[in-house]
């Protein structure tokens, strides 16, 4: 018998009773894809997937996206983007290390940005008995419907840019501070000029309509926006850090905390996410995650 509980007060359910490992039937996986837009956040639990089921479960939303970092595809799998911290025989990170260290939505760079992402927990780092690594998630359409009118008619028309560029550079200067704080120097592979010229800038709206839910919601993060089109920097800065401080504010929160087995997705369309980071080797953090393609932005 299917269940969803919802958990936070805007978004994040856990759905039980359901195995992910097995085909589903069309009235559960309507009512699965239901509970999913009603709650931004849906997380089942105990899960035992391969990679193939994975795939085939998230491909029911759509089609898959093969991440730009192909170096952390999957072998076998170029749906699969590996989230990792372990390391390979040359020292370097077997998948995407950082990924979720500002507050985002995935892929809100492409002309297509993601419409949800899923996230399989194969190991989570725990020390004392705690597990580590937990993931945030902020609601974008509680936060635009929380607005002041004023505040909703000024952003009404604006655009911003999400940058993949603008993001690399970002992490990398967060990288080179957390390293001179005496952080572990993470062995990166270097994008190549195909890879960057690959994901080109894109101008969006900041007013968001949901292709599924029609709801609205706010689509700027701090990860990928570089500045709000039209403005002088000194107002788009300021504009963007005002929207952003908004957006995460606890009430419009759910913190996920892990455990292996768990398959977690998101609405790219209705949250931003970020990882928390308390955590390092010999702690080892392993997800698989598969991507949906979604519309572009309206
Ligand atoms: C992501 O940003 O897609 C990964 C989030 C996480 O590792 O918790």
Redesign the pocket.
């Known amino acids: 018998m299917i269940s969803i509980n919802r958990i936070g007060k805007h978004l994040g359910a856990e759905i039980s009773g359901v195995d992910l490992s097995r085909p589903l039937d069309d009235n559960t996986f309507s009512r699965i894809a239901k509970a999913f837009f009603d709650n931004e956040v849906v997380f089942f639990r105990n899960q035992k997937i391969a990679p193939e089921q994975h795939i085939a479960f998230t491909k029911r939303f759509g089609e898959l996206e093969q991440h730009v970092r192909k170096e952390h595809r999957l072998g076998g799998y170029p749906e699969i983007?590996i989230?990792s911290n372990i390391l390979n025989d040359q020292g370097k990170t077997i998948g995407?290390e950082d990924?979720?260290?500002f507050w985002?939505s995935?892929l809100s760079y492409k002309q297509t940005p993601s419409l949800l992402?899923a996230?399989y927990a194969l190991e989570v780092p725990v020390k004392d008995g705690r597990v580590l690594?937990?993931?945030s998630f902020a609601s974008t359409t509680a936060a635009y419907e929380a607005l002041p009118d004023d505040m909703k008619r000024r952003l009404q028309g604006l655009k911003n840019v999400h940058s993949y560029r603008y993001y690399r550079g970002k992490n990398v200067q967060a990288q080179k501070a957390e390293q001179a704080r005496g952080a572990r120097v993470v062995q990166e592979h270097a994008l190549t000029p195909e890879q960057l010229s690959s994901v080109p800038d894109s101008e969006v709206p900041i007013v968001r309509t949901h292709p599924v839910t029609g709801r609205k919601g706010l689509f700027i993060n701090e990860a990928h926006t570089s500045h709000i089109v039209g403005l002088p920097k000194v107002e788009s800065d300021a504009l963007l850090s005002e929207i952003c401080a908004h957006i995460i504010q606890p009430e419009f929160r759910y913190e996920?905390h892990?455990r292996a087995g768990d398959l977690l997705m998101w609405d790219n369309c209705a949250v931003q996410?970020?990882?928390?980071f308390d955590y390092d080797l010999p702690l080892r953090?392993l997800?698989y995650?598969t991507?949906v393609r979604g519309s572009a932005p309206y």
């Open positions: 983007l989230v995407v990924a979720g260290r985002h995935d992402s996230l690594g937990n993931t996920h892990w996410h970020k990882a928390n953090r997800m995650r991507t």
